[in-house]
């Protein structure tokens, strides 16, 4: 960190001792995964100082717009609508989960067999290590999986400020009634809470705010067709990953502009893998940060990512919100339209993320899948049987790892990694 | 089993000889389990018929019913209602689901971690084993756990003739619109199945047969506050076991027959065991036949079972439905409601379920509780923990116990089982 934060920290709650320790670990992680890397495009400097400033300056810039009037609302999934936060001058923050912390602590709270990430944030906010969720005006859960739906009774124990929006399972009539009723719901608490009324040009403002910063990582991901590969995988993830964080217009920009050197790299026919490097592309769960086992085992072993079919990926980006309406019921139709299309495993069936799947496969030149299913996790893991079947029949290889935040596994997983991108180099 | 049915079983497309095997697997268990009991009460006589006959004359009766038109619908969860099934002249029977078999088959369609409530489900139809689920017209899943939502889009490749329905997370309006708007697509779907139109009269028989079922258990249950207990809690299991099995109205009149009995019984001061016997009540997931490992390790233990709270129990039968109405939508709005109770884990938040817990306590003067949660089911494990908070907070035993349908831990759950009977009785 490039100043003394200390006081922002303690004053936010934070646990010190404990923060320190995991600024550290993330700090290694970060160097030993990140800074390695050969031949990075210098646009990735500004994601880099974004790292290193996560808790730092990210947190110092919130806390100075707090104190001028801004409400920070936090989230744990891609169904909570940034438009309608952005509309009433609020920042929508991901809320930290990609890491196993107090776990301890955590086992107290969680069944053992509760997936890494919702173990995470529990850890996170236990231990008293997240500066996010300490500023948060507003905590968002969401009734998606089974594991979340249940955990967010437990955490609304443990934080003053938590709001559950309900989110159906089929993609029904009344399912869609329901997350229609539910973002009104939504609207009103975020109005309630901002002391903002949403008229249409603040919802058009939102809408246009958060489909450039989708339309950069659209830009972004086009240009990872390329082969050889213009960005690593690691690199693309961490950008996915920014998404969450960084306000939204500086985020944008500096995805364009590295999108810029990205086009001429491109032109030069330079990569950051050799031509011949096998091209995954990664299916499954989420990866929050600091969550970059996968990428960089499949990195080190000689391939590249050149995809995610994830929510820290396309599912959560891919689809811009129709803004050409005029009223707000109307825009409210269309950002319900937009989110509704989320092929997220909660919904059955699921058939759009298949095809989605097989079109990014096909998009991306990818040779082979890997589908990453967090232990525990069960929609992602139920539905990866029936993906593998239907992606095998189309003659796709597809290998299906099960892991959680641990580094135990990280020998077994690069076994399987290295064998599945070897099998991969024999069909080319 | 009293006849032979074996042309039968061959017709309905069974694997004969495994079934054969499944036969003498039940058959012996039944015969350790159940047979040694002492002094078990006359009426059980009916039960251990229709136990020995499950596979055999009950399906020939519904084979010869359905030769005469009657339908035959399948269900594996309480939220599927019965008063629709019965206006329409059809039977509604569970679906097996109580023990392991053809794992290794299951294992090609479902995750290693996945709760063996739905394991057996699928293995009782790969094995082929299952004359319920062979002999069914239609048969009908729920989107109740993240488990079963995603198995049933697997299951329907597997079977012919699977019905999906779907269920609400919260008891919200939206979350009741819901139910209402499923269950009206349900009626219709079993008008079409049956080509019978359910009228208000027919409506109102099929409440009425199955209020006079839910009754008469409520009769049985409320015997049990006795003491010494004059019924096991095996016995009792069986009985709501067999409640999704029988014929409707004979099941009824063989309930009311042994409360009679069990009357006379407590008027004496007989008891199934001693009176100082430490009274457990069960509280967690359905066990289906079957799966009698956990009241047969507490009662083995000296202890006995005076309640379940559990769908095999008081939440699947404990409300009636509202018959007073006249008109079909309306009385459709009175099963809405008298389903929509139904406490069930997957709902978010659940404070019914602890009430209920807490007043089964009271009125069956339990000494403690025994949370059963299957491995890898979610929605219980996860709320087992927040009971376990609340229930201990007001000094009333609880032990939380989590296993499979494998009888590997026995000797482990015994040792923690009979810990906590000796607890009880320290307490007493």
């Known amino acids: 960190m490039s100043e003394d934060y200390r006081d922002m920290w303690k004053n936010l709650g934070l646990d010190l001792e404990a923060h320190d320790a995991l600024l550290e670990v993330l700090g290694n992680a970060y160097q030993d995964i990140y800074m390695t890397q050969q031949d990075r495009p210098e646009g990735m400097g500004y994601f880099d100082f974004v790292m290193s400033e996560v808790h730092g300056l990210r947190i110092k810039e919130l806390m100075d717009k707090k104190e001028a009037g801004q409400k920070i609302i936090g989230s744990f999934?891609?169904?909570?609508?940034?438009?309608?936060?952005?509309?009433?001058?609020?920042a929508l923050v991901g809320l930290c989960a990609g890491a196993d912390f107090a776990m301890e602590e955590v086992d107290k709270f969680l069944p053992r067999n509760t997936c890494s990430l919702i173990k995470s944030a529990f850890g996170f906010n236990l231990g008293k290590v997240c500066p996010y969720i300490e500023s948060a005006d507003m905590i968002v859960g969401e009734n998606t999986c089974d594991g979340?739906?249940?955990?967010?009774?437990?955490?609304n124990n443990l934080v003053p400020n938590l709001y559950v929006m309900d989110i159906p399972q089929m993609k029904s009539i009344e399912g869609r009634d329901l997350l229609k009723a539910e973002y009104m719901?939504?609207?009103?608490?975020?109005?309630?809470?901002?002391?903002?009324?949403?008229?249409?040009?603040?919802?058009?403002?939102?809408?246009?705010?958060?489909?450039?910063?989708?339309?950069?990582?659209?830009?972004?991901?086009?240009?990872?067709?390329?082969?050889?590969?213009?960005?690593?995988?690691?690199?693309?993830l961490l950008i996915n990953q920014v998404f969450f964080y960084d306000d939204p217009i500086r985020f944008t920009d500096s995805v364009n502009k590295i999108c810029d050197e990205l086009e001429k790299r491109i032109e030069k026919g330079e990569g950051v893998l050799p031509k011949g490097a096998a091209r995954i592309l990664i299916s499954g769960c989420p990866m929050a940060v600091p969550n970059w086992k996968l990428p960089w085992i499949i990195e080190s072993s000689g391939a590249v990512v050149v995809g995610e079919e994830s929510c820290t990926g396309e599912r959560g980006t891919r689809n811009l919100t129709d803004d050409s309406a005029s009223t707000v019921d109307e825009l409210m139709e269309s950002i319900v339209d937009r989110y509704f299309k989320v092929d997220c495993a909660i919904f059955t069936p699921n058939p759009d993320r298949l095809n989605h799947i097989e079109e990014m496969v096909k998009t991306y030149k990818a040779d082979g899948i890997i589908h990453y299913g967090l232990q525990f996790c069960q929609p992602y893991l139920m539905e990866s049987m029936s993906v593998e079947k239907a992606i095998e029949a189309k003659n796709i290889p597809m290998l299906r790892l099960e892991t959680d935040y641990s580094m135990e596994d990280v020998e077994q997983l690069?076994?399987?990694?290295?064998?599945?991108?070897?099998?991969?180099?024999?069909?080319r």
């Open 77 to 90: 999934c891609v169904f909570v609508p940034e438009e309608i936060v952005l509309a009433a001058d609020a």
């Open 148 to 155: 979340k739906k249940k955990a967010y009774e437990t955490l």
């Open 185 to 236: 719901r939504f609207k009103n608490a975020v109005e309630e809470l901002t002391g903002i009324t949403i008229d249409s040009a603040r919802l058009k403002k939102g809408i246009e705010i958060v489909n450039n910063k989708r339309k950069a990582v659209h830009r972004l991901s086009i240009l990872r067709k390329a082969n050889p590969a213009p960005l690593s995988g690691l690199d693309a």
């Open 414 to 427: 690069r076994t399987r990694v290295e064998a599945f991108v070897e099998l991969l180099s024999f069909r």
